[in-house]
């Protein structure tokens, strides 16, 4: 499919950003939002004060010498920064950590439902491997379901990532879901979203990786829980089916990690 005209769809939401398909995106879409207004308001400020000097003080205008030591001039400096702060970066930076607290982060939150679909990666140049628990709801059984650049998750259940790469960092990057998430050899990193609506959505790296970066590409299925669960069913079966014991490159699954 073209996922060029996928993602830029004409209900895309904002200054043509990717369509938001998930539960919790219009946190980020309304910290760039507040950001992009708050430059505009003193980017305008500064151009209006800038053209009323110039025209105020013409060429006839006799320069006065001011080290800007005065204690007007002070006070008047300190008000403009506590102003800028407090209604500006206090305000972006308050929510911006109050939504990683309470949600982006909050990891126990996805860990705790019993919907939750956990998804291992184990990424490298240049492909998105992934690895769900079977039917037996266990990794690095049989039944294991490996998929690669073709990723599936259910509508309303949290969809909670374990990554880690074998070679150099890649960060896994679903913009319609609003995901963006480093991975990096050597560690697991996590990562979580809760999808509202079906669909097939790009997934990228946003980390340069290599000659062919550009090569690391796949797609995230987002399908009704009716149809995941039939997917699940059967994708689990094709595992035990594709199952070889001696395949030991195809067993990097890991224990599920409560605490990381």
Known sequence: MDFSTRLLEPNAQGWDRPRDVSVDGWRIDNMTDGALAAITALFVIMMIWMLW????????HAAEYSDGASKNWV????GIAIGIFVFVDGVLFYHSVHDLDTVFWNFEE????????????NVRQWNWEARYAGLDGKFSTPDDIVLVNDLHAPVGAPVLFQLTAVDVLHALYIPNLRVKQDVVPGMVTRAWFTAKEPGEFEIGCAQ??????????GS?????????QRWLEAASKDGVRAFNPSDKEAHWGWSWRKEI
């Open 53 to 60: 000097a110039c025209f105020k003080h013409g060429r006839k």
């Open 75 to 78: 006070w008047a400096k300190l």
């Open 110 to 121: 996805p860990e705790k439902n019993p919907a939750t679909v956990r998804i291992e990666m």
């Open 208 to 217: 340069h990786c290599g000659t062919n970066h550009y090569k690391m590409r």
């Open 220 to 228: 995230m299925t987002v399908q009704s829980k009716e149809d995941f």
